[in-house]
């Protein structure tokens, strides 16, 4: 078995080389350790080989783990499905929430952000391929969200971030990743700030880094593959 640092430098080789391929800067994209279901060792073992930035989706599974770890320097994300009754903690304990489609959800992030702590970082999830079963606002209520939105004082946002539908081929990956890019754009022309793009997993993160990912969300390829 692969050991998780040597699939975590794995995964740095092939954001680097993804980044050579398109012209872009290696420090341009970021990793995100997508740790849900995983124990706090292995996170731990992500974190000592380097990794800073960590996702999770179940918020019991996630609070448990922040605690066991209390690593240091390190970002919490949260990118799981969020019901509004379960912000508070989001609020309290992460530094960035990736999954923000609706108003309430965000003025209840923006008002239990401990006054403490900066802005909670938030990015728009957007349901870039249309599919019925997947969250995320439609491409056209994008601006008029994020108006209201950048209202809020708890919260700061950053940019989208989009799931397109599961594809094998890089062809149709692409389409759907350059389509949220220049979404992206249009929130950049608009709002100050904006400077995230988060898309693209451990199948597809070299088609997402060739059409402007500015951060990658990679569970398998670090952790090998989740028991559910
Ligand atoms: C689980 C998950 C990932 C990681 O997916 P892998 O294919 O395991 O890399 C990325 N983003 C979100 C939103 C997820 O839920």
Redesign the pocket.
Same mark, same amino acid.
């Given at each position: 078995m692969i050991k998780i640092a040597d699939k975590v430098n794995l995964v740095h080789e092939r954001i680097a080389n993804a980044c050579q391929l398109s012209g872009r800067k290696c420090d341009e994209v970021q990793l995100?350790a997508?740790s849900?279901t995983r124990s706090p060792e292995e996170v731990a073992e992500a974190y000592q080989q380097g990794c800073r930035d960590f /996702?999770e989706?179940y918020l019991q599974d996630a609070l448990g783990k922040i605690s066991a770890t209390a690593l240091e320097h390190c970002r919490w994300h949260f990118?799981?499905k969020l019901q509004s009754n379960k912000t508070r903690a989001v609020a309290e304990h992460f530094d960035w929430m990736?999954?923000v489609d609706r108003l309430k959800i965000a003025q209840r992030l923006s008002e239990q952000r401990p006054a403490t702590l900066p802005p909670l970082n938030i990015c728009l999830q957007v349901n870039i391929s249309g599919e019925e079963s997947k969250s995320g606002i439609a491409p056209a209520e994008l601006i008029s969200l994020a108006e209201k939105i950048s209202a809020l004082s708890g919260v700061k946002l950053r940019g989208l @971030?989009v799931?397109p539908a599961a594809s094998n081929e890089p062809e149709q990956q692409r389409s759907a990743f350059a389509n949220s890019y220049q979404l992206y754009r249009q929130l950049q022309q608009r709002f100050d700030g904006i400077d995230t793009l988060s898309m693209g @997993?451990? /199948?597809d993160l070299e088609a997402a880094i060739a059409e402007g990912s500015t951060i990658v969300?990679? /569970?398998?390829?670090?952790?090998g593959p989740?028991a559910v």
């Open positions: 995100l997508v849900k /996702g989706n990118i799981g990736h999954t @971030m799931i @997993m451990s /199948g969300r990679v /569970g398998t390829d670090i952790f989740r």
